[in-house]
Nanobody, 126 residues
Framework: QAQLVESGGGLVQPGGSLRLSCAAS????????IGWFRQPPGKEREGLSC????????YYVESMKDRLTISRDRSKSTVYLEMNSLKPEDTGVYYC???????????????????WGKGTLVTASS
């Protein structure tokens, strides 16, 4: 069973950047794809990006691909999500999740991910 812990959230000024971390339990990155999601206040959770377990291939939803970079450090069993040019609408709780399935080009579907962290809050505000 994979365990995931997000960190790195906080208050960021619009236009700023942020790097979120997802610390995964041992060997998780060897067997599970890791996805990042967010849930804005009062809205449904949405998928943002995914990194595959096999070769570290990266995938982004079209609307966010210009502002996101997903990466991983296998030695630290950690996946990162860098966000640039933050906007107030980027405010929300950000989650990472693990899936035994492969990432899919252009889509990050919540139903394909089995294990979830508790989330970290990002607030983009001046």
């Amino acid at each position: 069973q994979a365990q995931l812990v997000e960190s790195g959230g906080g208050l960021v000024q619009p236009g700023g950047s942020l790097r979120l971390s997802c610390a995964a339990s041992k060997n998780t990155l060897d067997y599970y794809a890791i996805g990042w999601f967010r849930q804005p206040p009062g809205k449904e959770r949405e998928g943002l990006s995914c990194i595959s377990s096999s070769d570290g291939s990266t995938y982004y939803v079209e609307s966010m691909k210009d502002r996101l970079t997903i990466s991983r450090d296998r030695s630290k069993s950690t996946v990162y999500l860098e966000m640039n040019s933050l906007k107030p609408e980027d405010t929300g709780v950000y989650y990472c999740a693990a899936s035994p399935l492969k990432c899919r080009e252009g889509e990050v579907k919540e139903g394909l991910f089995n294990y979830w962290g508790k989330g970290t809050l990002v607030t983009a505000s001046s």
